[in-house]
């Protein structure tokens, strides 16, 4: 019978036992053995792949990380993540993006990307030890297929590339009226791009679930504060380009199940969105400030889900008429629509697929009435009037 070696005494003393004691116990056998230091990363890179096995992505463990502990521990899994990754290949696009932006976040804190030495060796093994409890104890996640699209086209990256220049523009101006003009005709350019993906991949046939254009789904975060109203606008967004989106309030992040062209663009949009909703409610508190109100929670969070709800109304309305004007284009209609529709059909049976069992979340904290009225006003600020398709 071997014995046991530093890191095995460490993980038996601390990993499998909750109270502060036996962490201490183990960060003093590994603080005592720098020789140890190698094995102990080595096992943390173990835990990192057996992450993987049970359907967690680089971007949904350092979120975790993050959401449960603290920035030391998400640079200590960051660190592990990449090192992790240098033995094989990134299993597909989505996933290789995700190490690439930890890795941009590596090199921005510091020269080699490595975690910051803490100020001994036992307060680092400690930080440790924290980490390996947490990736030991996470659970099982709804495995997330590969990203299924054909290669993508000139057509489609010029696309892509004007709809991020008209958020970029949205969430530079100063002026609310201009930024949510400019969001609307985001999501004309969205809605359109959507509907010939569709014409384009039912051109050889039906919709078939598991085929080369088939439904798959991507995890996207919500993150703190007022997580249950950025849940309700990441759901509408997610609607509005015909996708649907499933909340994990526990683990920070929303799973969205829809075609790849669309995913990419509801990660976009939700993005620039949460980035306008949070300057135009800057400001309005300021306003409220400056009348003699106190900063309050309970005013951003009403703020955050009247603007999540009337610009879900607004974004629904624009599909709906851009996909109406498609119809109507050359008599299109008796083609275009069924194909719509089965696409729809696919998302739902694919998402019912991946999660059998959903509940309704009531929208809690939502009291205020002056936040309310003033988020309202910063999503329906602007008359948003309809444009011709931009192509």
């Given at each position: 019978?071997?014995?046991?070696?530093?890191?095995?005494?460490?993980?038996?003393?601390?990993?499998?036992?909750?109270?502060?004691?036996?962490?201490?116990?183990?960060?003093?056998?590994?603080?005592?053995?720098?020789?140890?230091?190698?094995?102990?990363?080595?096992?943390?890179?173990?835990?990192?792949?057996?992450?993987?096995?049970?359907?967690?992505?680089?971007?949904?463990?350092?979120?975790?990380?993050?959401?449960?502990?603290?920035?030391?521990?998400?640079?200590?899994?960051?660190?592990?993540?990449?090192?992790?990754?240098?033995?094989?290949?990134?299993?597909?696009?989505?996933?290789?993006?995700?190490?690439?932006?930890?890795?941009?976040?590596?090199?921005?804190?510091?020269?080699?990307?490595?975690?910051?030495?803490?100020?001994?060796?036992?307060?680092?093994?400690?930080?440790?030890?924290?980490?390996?409890?947490?990736?030991?104890?996470?659970?099982?996640?709804?495995?997330?297929?590969?990203?299924?699209?054909?290669?993508v086209s000139s057509s489609d990256s010029r696309t892509l590339a004007r709809i991020r220049a008209l958020l970029a523009k949205a969430e530079a101006t100063g002026y609310p009226e201009e930024a949510e003009a400019l969001s609307a005709k985001a999501q004309e350019l969205m809605a359109r791009h959507s509907i010939d993906e569709a014409v384009l991949a039912a051109g050889g046939g039906t919709v078939?679930?598991?085929?080369?254009?088939?439904?798959?789904?991507?995890?996207?975060?919500?993150?703190?504060?007022?997580?249950?109203?950025?849940?309700?606008?990441?759901?509408?967004?997610?609607?509005?380009?015909?996708?649907?989106?499933?909340?994990?309030?526990?683990?920070?992040?929303?799973?969205?199940?829809?075609?790849?062209?669309?995913?990419?663009?509801?990660?976009?949009?939700?993005?620039?969105?949460?980035?306008?909703?949070?300057?135009?409610?800057?400001?309005?508190?300021?306003?409220?400030?400056?009348?003699?109100?106190?900063?309050?929670?309970?005013?951003?969070?009403?703020?955050?889900?009247?603007?999540?709800?009337?610009?879900?109304?607004?974004?629904?309305?624009?599909?709906?008429?851009?996909?109406?004007?498609?119809?109507?284009?050359?008599?299109?209609?008796?083609?275009?629509?069924?194909?719509?529709?089965?696409?729809?059909?696919?998302?739902?049976?694919?998402?019912?697929?991946?999660?059998?069992?959903?509940?309704?979340?009531?929208?809690?904290?939502?009291?205020?009435?002056?936040?309310?009225?003033?988020?309202t006003a910063a999503a329906d600020r602007a008359r948003v009037e309809r444009h011709r398709p931009l192509r």
């Open positions: 019978m071997s014995t046991p070696t530093t890191v095995g005494r460490a993980f038996e003393a601390a990993l499998y036992a909750e109270t502060d004691a036996a962490l201490d116990t183990g960060a003093s056998l590994l603080a005592a053995d720098p020789a140890a230091d190698a094995e102990l990363t080595r096992r943390g890179e173990e835990f990192v792949a057996a992450a993987w096995r049970r359907g967690w992505q680089p971007a949904d463990v350092v979120r975790y990380v993050r959401r449960e502990l603290d920035e030391t521990h998400v640079r200590l899994v960051a660190a592990l993540i990449r090192g992790e990754a240098g033995r094989r290949p990134a299993p597909h696009p989505r996933w290789a993006a995700q190490l690439a932006e930890l890795a941009e976040a590596a090199e921005a804190a510091g020269p080699d990307g490595s975690p910051p030495a803490r100020t001994d060796r036992f307060s680092r093994a400690t930080a440790v030890l924290e980490l390996y409890r947490l990736l030991l104890g996470l659970p099982a996640l709804e495995p997330l297929d590969p990203p299924r699209r054909a290669a078939r679930a598991g085929g080369a254009d088939a439904p798959g789904a991507c995890r996207i975060g919500v993150d703190p504060p007022y997580e249950t109203a950025k849940a309700v606008l990441l759901d509408a967004v997610a609607a509005a380009n015909r996708c649907r989106a499933v909340w994990h309030e526990e683990f920070g992040f929303s799973t969205v199940v829809g075609f790849e062209a669309d995913l990419e663009v509801v990660e976009l949009l939700h993005t620039s969105l949460l980035v306008q909703a949070t300057a135009a409610m800057t400001a309005a508190e300021a306003a409220q400030r400056a009348g003699g109100r106190k900063r309050t929670k309970t005013f951003r969070q009403s703020f955050l889900a009247a603007y999540a709800h009337r610009m879900g109304d607004r974004l629904a309305a624009t599909a709906r008429e851009q996909t109406a004007e498609a119809a109507g284009e050359g008599g299109r209609e008796r083609d275009l629509l069924p194909v719509l529709a089965a696409r729809d059909v696919a998302v739902t049976e694919h998402l019912e697929r991946l999660f059998p069992k959903t509940v309704t979340t009531r929208l809690r904290g939502v009291s205020d009435e002056a936040g309310w009225h003033q988020g």
